[in-house]
Structures are given as structure tokens and as C-alpha cells.
């Protein structure tokens, strides 16, 4: 009963910010938005116990990532609207169909697989007892994931380099 | 009140991303797409955590934050362009930002 009173408080957050994050007029809200979306995200991954992506989830996008969004909105101030409406109506129609349909989509494949039985669990390597959330994910990254752990930090090396080079003055 | 089922999850991570391609589709401004793009890969995420928590295997988790390393980069790397295309042209609008269409 409290799991679904939870559950559908934060999903009308969810939903409420996020259609908020695309129609705001003003860039900053839509930012501020967007932070406090990922941050009900965040409680509905503590709501799985996934608590360790849940502080991940906070510490990175809401301090990290939004911050570089700010940085950014803020460094380009538009003398003119951003948006200066040239033909927008017809482009507008077609992402609302085109949204539509992938929605359509998705729920059909949902109806259709709701009466199948859920899949039997598959564990994934043994965690000694007592330990939480944050050993078994742990584990997991520095054992069996420990090459795409290796890549990802490569290709967060080589964003940061680039993205140093993108916002120097003399391009 | 029924009991909360992965459905219940998968719907909400159907919606979210649902706003994010709506968003991706309808705003022009370069900047409100990237945060669409944003809300997109959290809707993965949150998807991503229903079944790691369905199946009772980690692994699922250790994808997500994969998605998360991977949504920085690209947010690093995607706001350096455009602040670099705004010292050129002075606009955030992307119908007007087209110098690479044949």
C-alpha cells in the first residue's frame, strides 16, 4: 500500500518535470527542472535497492552534469530568442505523430508480453551474506566488468580532452 | 491499490522516454534536445534497474552506470561544440545550424 502511494506520487513527479524540462521557455528552469527529475529518479532507484545507483545518480547528474548544463546556458546569453518561429507548426505535428506512434509501439509490446509468467531469476555471482547492494555492484565492476570499466575510463579521458579543445578560444 | 510490478516501472521508463523523444522532435533550442537526450537515458537507466532488481543479478546496475559514464561524456563533449558553434554563429537554433547539410 505505501510502496504504491510512493510509487505513484513519484511517477507523477517524474513525468510532471520531465514534460516541464521540454516545454519551459526559459533554458535555466528547464535546467532546474531537469534537476529535480533526475533527482525523483534517483529515489525511484532507491525504491529498487539500488542505492548505489541512486547516490551515483544524484552525485553525477544532478551535481555534475546539470552544473555543466548551467555553465552553459549561462555562457550563452541570447541576444535574440532562441527559438524565432520559422515554419514550426508542420515540424511540430510530425514529432507529435512520430511520438505517438513509438508510444503505441511500446505499450503494444508491453500488452503483449504482460500475461506471460515472469522470467525465473538469474543470479549472478555469489555475494557473501551481509553484504549490500554497493559490494555486489562492486564485485560485479571489478571482476567480470573490469575490461568495459577499463574502456569507459578511457572514453571519459578522451571526452574530457576533447571537450577542452572544443571551448578553447582559437578554434 | 494494486501491488507495484515491473510493469508498473516499465510504463513510467515507456513515458519518460516518450517526453524525451517528444522533446528531441518539437524544441529547437540545441541546448533543451541534449536534455531530452538526458531524459531519454534515464529512462533507460530506471529500466535498466527494474530488471536487474526482477532478475535478482547486479549486472544490470553495473550497465547503468555505464550509461551514466558514457551520458557525461557525451554532455561534456556535446556542450564544448556547442559553445564553439556559438562563437561562430550566434545561435542555438538548430534549423539554422546547418552548414554541414549538402
Redesign the interface.
Known amino acids: 500500500m505505501l510502496e504504491a502511494v510512493v510509487f505513484y506520487t513519484l511517477a507523477a513527479f517524474i513525468l510532471g518535470f520531465g514534460v516541464l524540462v521540454v516545454t519551459a521557455r526559459n533554458t535555466v528552469h528547464s535546467v532546474l527542472f531537469l534537476v529535480a527529475n533526475f533527482l525523483c529518479v534517483a529515489v525511484v532507484f532507491v525504491m529498487l535497492a539500488a542505492e548505489f545507483l541512486a547516490i551515483i545518480q544524484v552525485l553525477v547528474y544532478a551535481g555534475g552534469i546539470v552544473v555543466l548544463y548551467l555553465f552553459v546556458v549561462m555562457l550563452v546569453n541570447l541576444k535574440r530568442p532562441p527559438e524565432a518561429p520559422l515554419d514550426t507548426r508542420r515540424q511540430s505535428r510530425a514529432g507529435f505523430v512520430l511520438a505517438a506512434v513509438l508510444l503505441a509501439e511500446l505499450s503494444a509490446i508491453l500488452v503483449y508480453t504482460a500475461g506471460r509468467p515472469a522470467p525465473a531469476p538469474v543470479p549472478g555471482p555469489a555475494v557473501a551474506a551481509g553484504t549490500g547492494n554497493t559490494e555486489a555492484v562492486g564485485m560485479l565492476l571489478y571482476t567480470d566488468y573490469l575490461v568495459p570499466f577499463e574502456v569507459a575510463s578511457m572514453l571519459l579521458l578522451v571526452a574530457m580532452v576533447g571537450a577542452i579543445i572544443l571551448a578553447r578560444k582559437d578554434v | 491499490?494494486?501491488?507495484?510490478t515491473?510493469?508498473?516501472?516499465?510504463?513510467?521508463s515507456?513515458?519518460?522516454?516518450?517526453?524525451?523523444?517528444?522533446?528531441?522532435?518539437?524544441?529547437?533550442?540545441i541546448?533543451?534536445i541534449?536534455?531530452?537526450i538526458?531524459?531519454m537515458l534515464?529512462a533507460v537507466?530506471?529500466n535498466l534497474?527494474?530488471f536487474?532488481?526482477?532478475?535478482?543479478?547486479?549486472?544490470g546496475?553495473?550497465f547503468?552506470?555505464?550509461v551514466?559514464?558514457?551520458?557525461?561524456?557525451?554532455?561534456?563533449?556535446g556542450?564544448?561544440?556547442?559553445?564553439?558553434f556559438?562563437?561562430n554563429k550566434?545561435?542555438?537554433?538548430i534549423?539554422e545550424i546547418n552548414i554541414l547539410k549538402w
Do not use: C, K, W
Open positions: 491499490m494494486l501491488p507495484i515491473p510493469y508498473h516501472y516499465l510504463v513510467l515507456a513515458a519518460l522516454f516518450m517526453i524525451g523523444v517528444m522533446g528531441v522532435m518539437v524544441r529547437r533550442n541546448i533543451i541534449f536534455m531530452s538526458e531524459l534515464n537507466n530506471i534497474a527494474v536487474s532488481q526482477q532478475l535478482q543479478n547486479a549486472a546496475q553495473v547503468a552506470i555505464f551514466i559514464a558514457v551520458a557525461a561524456a557525451e554532455a561534456a563533449v556542450l564544448g561544440i556547442i559553445l564553439a556559438y562563437r550566434e545561435t542555438l537554433n534549423d
